[in-house]
């Protein structure tokens, strides 16, 4: 694998953050919806119930999707390129690290 120029590599978690709080945004809306569903005389109702769990589906979605962005930025770190001096951008130091796995 190719290391990543460090202009490509602001960009993307320029991008990633972009992302991340948008999904981050939705999440807080749907854990918003849960509540005061939960708090509702609904609840129980038909309707309240397929709500319930479409919500369920759509929290899942957004925390498995918030996840692979945390990989993406995981990896973006591993793969930044050094400057001349061996040291990284501090854009890309507060990324998160991904475990490296022996594949033996």
């Known amino acids: 694998m190719e290391r ?3 202009c490509d590599a602001s960009d993307a ?10 999904l981050t945004a939705d999440l807080d809306d749907i854990e918003n919806r849960i509540h005061d569903l939960v708090q509702s005389p609904l609840a129980t109702s038909d309707s309240g119930i397929n709500d319930m769990q479409v919500y369920c589906v759509a ?5 498995s999707g918030l996840a692979s962005i945390n990989e993406v ?4 770190r591993l ?6 001096d061996g040291n990284m951008p501090e854009v890309v130091k507060s990324l ?3 475990p490296v796995f022996s594949l033996h």
């Open 59 to 63: 929290r899942a979605a957004l925390y």
């Open 73 to 76: 930025l995981g990896w973006v």
């Open 79 to 84: 793969m930044a390129a050094k400057d001349a």
């Open 96 to 98: 998160p690290t991904v």
């Open 13 to 22: 978690v320029s991008s990633m953050h972009v992302l991340r709080a948008e």
């Open 4 to 6: 990543m120029d460090l």
